[in-house]
DNA sequence: TAGTGGTCTAGACCACTTG
DNA sequence: AAGTGGTCTAGACCACTAC
């Protein structure tokens, strides 16, 4: 939050353009809870004021933000915090190009210990406690998709069911409000696999029927993974797009 | 080609912004064949002379066309047009991030008719006439996915197997070297499904395993859609990532 | 040393939104 | 009318590549 200008880094060996800082400057300000989801910040030209460096330079920052979606800029009206979203891709009819409606219900969350997979995806070791949410997703009420998400149990601490359905099971929501964390996902990785005898019953189709897998991490706006899930999904009626 | 500065357009109704309109004009340039792949495109300055703008408003339009695959730009260098590549996703190990390296074989390359979802992704009457190209992709010397593309016929009179095997079965360079066609794809669509008979003999896997199938359009650098392509693979040994 | 793209500035004007 | 982001310019300097 100081208002030291940025130029003083500018000699280091690892240096990092000027954009490239105020973006980092801006992650940190947003980290600290400056402003609030939707809430706008400062004009670029008191950004440029604050950071000491000119307005185009402040836009590049802030443009780049708004590309990995954290900002959303109106003209004429100013940059706004995004609202997070539970990115995750959509449900669409085969062939069309509108995504679908979905609702959210909170189905678990407990403690469980990292798989291989996990502690992989979150560079824990193996064994370690997480945190595992599960919900089902439904389109037109239908059962869709079961999706698993695990953290560590340590940076969590105090996660519970309550506050999940509190943010109508946005999790991005509440590792945001609650943990103060923005989190960005990798590509996905998508498997087909069968569906076990839980998410049959889950998702309302027969057991050993096809299922679309999609694993992927998520990791804070510094890099650091944080969050890894997987969606399963019955695609008889609708498909995934990305 | 010719050197007419872009402020006329400027008072149009439906005005495009200039680093837009420079675009669009490099695209022209790039699809009448001025230069070829691997070529370098001329100096920011000097295309600014030609295009009558200021070299940083010719700069925000190569950055876009940087974004998106078609130019490659290297400091000190020059901006080249990018080598044409199949974009599809790669194969990799679950849980890994490196790409493996796959290989491409030329199954067929017939005539047949579009389908339900064939001709409503490439905006065609149903049952007009497509030519269809089915290849084989490799991991490892394993067969891993076969991948059919559909485009009309009649827009790529000629195209037949030599030419395709010619250009190591990549239909891009095909699409670029023989038709002057440059493309990208749309965000593609995910179906768990079951193999057939044939995509059961031609990867090696049982009948009625489950297989992942991708399937996308891709349009010319204009946006009109050109060809449509579904890829199925097995994912009991890699996993697919975007 | 010359030429390229990459960064940064300062200032101008435009388009849009709100009061 | 005032304030915002969006576009565009002209010019400066830097970092990298080639000769």
Redesign the pocket.
């Known amino acids: 939050m100081s208002s030291a200008p940025l130029r003083g880094a500018?000699e280091l060996p690892g240096r990092q353009?000027?954009?490239?800082q105020v973006r980092d400057r801006i992650v940190l300000a947003i980290e600290q809870g400056e402003w609030d989801a939707g809430e706008a910040?400062p004009?670029?030209?008191?950004l440029a004021d604050r950071f000491?460096?000119?307005?185009?330079?402040v836009?590049?920052g802030l443009?780049s933000l708004a590309a990995e979606g954290v900002l959303i800029?109106?003209?004429?009206?100013?940059?706004f915090i995004a609202e997070v979203a539970d990115d995750w891709g959509k449900a669409e009819l085969p062939g069309a190009t509108r995504p679908l409606d979905t609702s959210l219900e909170l189905l678990a969350c407990a403690r469980s210990n990292a798989g291989e997979e996990a502690a992989e995806a979150l560079r824990l070791r193996r064994g370690a406690i997480l945190l595992a949410v599960k919900r089902l997703v439904r389109v037109a009420g239908e059962p869709f998709a079961v999706i698993e998400n695990f953290v560590a149990a340590e940076r969590f601490e105090g996660l519970d069911a309550r506050r999940i359905k509190q943010a109508n099971c946005n999790l991005r929501t509440v590792w945001w409000r609650e943990f103060g964390l923005r989190v960005i996902s990798a590509p996905p990785q998508f498997r087909a696999g069968m569906a076990g005898r839980e998410e049959a019953r889950l998702l309302g189709v027969e057991a050993d029927r096809p299922l679309l897998e999609v694993a992927r991490t998520a990791g804070g706006l510094d890099g650091e993974p944080v969050e890894w899930s997987v969606l399963r999904c019955r695609t008889d009626h609708y498909v995934y797009r990305v």
């Open positions: 500018t353009p000027l954009y490239s910040l004009s670029e030209f008191e000491g460096v000119s307005q185009g330079t836009r590049k443009d800029r109106r003209q004429g009206m100013g940059t």
